[in-house]
Nanobody, 126 residues
Framework: QVQLVESGGGLVQAGGSLRLSCAAS????????MGWFRQAPGKEREFVTA????????YYADSVKGRFTISRDNAKNTVYLQMNSLKPEDTAVYYC???????????????????WGQGTQVTVSS
């Protein structure tokens, strides 16, 4: 079992920045692809970004490409999401998730992810 705890959400004006953190329990953290998803009110949960176990490969949804950066520190069992140039449409609950995937593989479908955090609210005002 892997337990994930997100933190770092909050209220920010458009154009501002936030950094989310996801702390994981367990001894096999580096074996998991780690992803971020988000869900806005009245919308389905959508893929944001993910990073491979080694940190050598990452993939971003078009909506956040160039603005968000995912990273991980396997020594700390933590994955980060640096969010810059935030827009009101980025407002959502952000979820951290873990996927036991083949080495280097990044998957974007939420059903592939085995473990989920509780979510952290990000609100971007105009």
């Amino acid at each position: 079992q892997v337990q994930l705890v997100e933190s770092g959400g909050g209220l920010v004006q458009a154009g501002g920045s936030l950094r989310l953190s996801c702390a994981a329990s367990g001894r096999t953290f580096s074996s998991y692809t780690m992803g971020w998803f988000r869900q806005a009110p009245g919308k389905e949960r959508e893929f944001v970004t993910a990073i491979s176990g080694s940190g050598g490969n990452a993939y971003y949804a078009d909506s956040v490409k160039g603005r968000f950066t995912i990273s991980r520190d396997n020594a700390k069992n933590t994955v980060y999401l640096q969010m810059n140039s935030l827009k009101p449409e980025d407002t959502a609950v952000y979820y951290c998730a873990a996927d036991w995937a083949l080495s280097g593989v990044i998957r974007t479908t939420q059903d592939n992810y085995d473990y989920w955090g509780q979510g952290t609210q990000v609100t971007v005002s105009s």
